[in-house]
């Protein structure tokens, strides 16, 4: 047994010794091993250091080498373009009309990819060449213009306006084939435009050119109407007022809209959008240089007959302010050069407000003479027209004395010629006044001003205040049925302008009841109360007329005798007076309705108490009260 754990002892202690063995045989090698790494790291390190500059020269020399690839590529291209030249020029030299648009536009797009191509290096190889192409460039676009140019040639010859105006017809547009191809052109020179810095202006050569051509066609087409609008104006009669619509204005402003639309419906059809208004600007520029030239002549003209032709003034306001704003809806354009066109006319038709009003004063102040018979001037019937023809042009006197303000007419305003835009006053803010309202005012001040001049000659020229009662009166009819019978009703409507008016017929019939004053007071009588019983009179009782005569002493019997034949010698003086003036219709009729209502009641009382006077032969009573009554009847 013994024997037995030690045998096992020993064999273990045997195993424990080669464990040890093998464990000091595996140190040893681990120090090895540790000291192999570690000169291994020392070597790693050396050879990062010694190849880290030849990866730096790999890395640049692939980059040189790729940079080489391109050059060669782009060589390569370059050379492709060149070598192409010959078929190019062969196209481009034989011009669109032989090689058709569409394979002339495309050769010149192939010469422009390749002139921008050889452009961007700096190769000596490529300068030939692009000179060469820059030349094949601009010979085709110079073939371009050129062909632009014929096709528009073939619809430049003016037209005549009139036919289109008076058969209500559109003026013509070019054909649909033709604006393709202009259009097709413009696509190619406009970008070419764009890209070539030899073009140093916005426009590109197709726009020139149809400004140019269409710009011709627009002018010389209405040529013709603006001479005739000069001729027409200035063939009036100086003293004639002038008449809506006879100045030939319209025409041309009509003419002017419709070709100008339908240049406008070319442009829009040729050209890209950008290129619209300056197309439409530049084509329609001469034609409305002319045009303002015509209204400046027109102006002159007006100018020195302001009175008669102001009227001229206020239609070409209206006419051409409406056309000026439909062509702006149309294109959006043009709307400063008409503005600037009619200056001139507007500055003069504001200041013709009180130079209309200037000249009544004036006229009136310069006449000699007055009509003897009382009879109305002619020169009445002159204003009240001019203020009838006011109303045919509200749009314009509108504008016009809303931006002077109510009242500020009575002075002429002054004019900076110099200026092309007008500056407002404070005044003509004055957004709450009514245009209407404000013309109606212009006219009671005019229509005043005519009757206070015509009052204080008449003081000074007419003898008696009865004349000059008759010659107010009669003034004043003349007025109050042109006002009636015009569209001046409407306008004076307000309560201001009749009563004005009323208040001038009564100071003329207050007038002439002066005169009348001398035969009343032959009706009046002085009665006692203190020589006896009064006799009845009045609608309650019958005057005894004898009865009255017999308590008359002889000296109250010849005052009553002298008072009718006083009255007699005057009643007849006046009738005779009166029925030899010149009145107004209305006017007799008035003044006799305001004679017998003054007269008659006098005369009836008079009558009354003392006709037994001459005991009824007539000596000194001459009228009874009915035919009293039928004398002052037959006076309306």
Known sequence: MMKTRDAAHAE??????????????FDAMSKQIKASLSRLEGGKHMAKDSTRPVYSDTQGLQVLNGNIDKILDAIDRMLGPSEDKGREEHIIRAGPERTGLPDYLASLKRVHKALSQMSSTNLRINQQAIGDFNELLSEGSNRLQDLFRSTLAESVQPVEPLHFIT?????????????SKLGTIDSFLSSAAVRDSSYSSRESPSIRIYAEMRGAYVSGSLHNLSAASINISKRKASDEIYRQGTSGIGTYASAIEGIFSAEFNNISAIFSRDDWGLAFDATCRKALAEFAKTLRELNMHIKSNLPTDCFLAYEILEIVANVGYRIDQLSGQLKLPFADALKPI?????SSLAELIEDVRRRISSM????????????????????????????????????LGDGNWTSIPAVNSTSSTSLPSLQSFDVGADATQLLAHYII?????LLNSL????????????LSGVFTANNVAV??????????STVLASGSASAKIESWRKKGTSAYLDSWREPCSALMDVQYTNRGARPPSGSNGIIDSTAVIKQLGSKDKDAIKEKFRNFNNSFDEL?????????????????????????????ARFWDRYHEIDKGKGKYVKYDKGSLSAALAALG
């Open 575 to 603: 009738s005779a007076r009166h029925k030899a003036m010149q009145m107004e219709r209305e006017v007799r009729s008035l003044l006799a309705r305001e004679v017998q209502a003054m007269i008659e009641p006098l005369y």
């Open 455 to 466: 009052d204080a000659k008449a003081r000074t020229l007419l003898k008696g205040k009865s």
């Open 346 to 350: 507007r500055e003069t038709a504001k």
């Open 479 to 488: 007025i109050d049925r042109m006002i009636r019978s015009s569209d001046l």
């Open 445 to 449: 001040d005019t229509i005043d001003a």
């Open 12 to 25: 273990e202690s045997a195993e424990v010794e080669v464990l040890i063995a093998e464990a000091a045989k």
């Open 167 to 179: 058969k209500q017809l559109a003026f013509p547009d070019l054909p649909q084939e033709r604006v």
């Open 368 to 403: 000699q003479t007055l009509p003897s018979d009382g009879s109305s001037l002619p020169f009445t019937v002159e204003v009240m027209t001019r203020m009838q023809t006011l109303t045919l042009y509200p749009q314009s006197l509108a504008s016009i004395i809303t931006s």
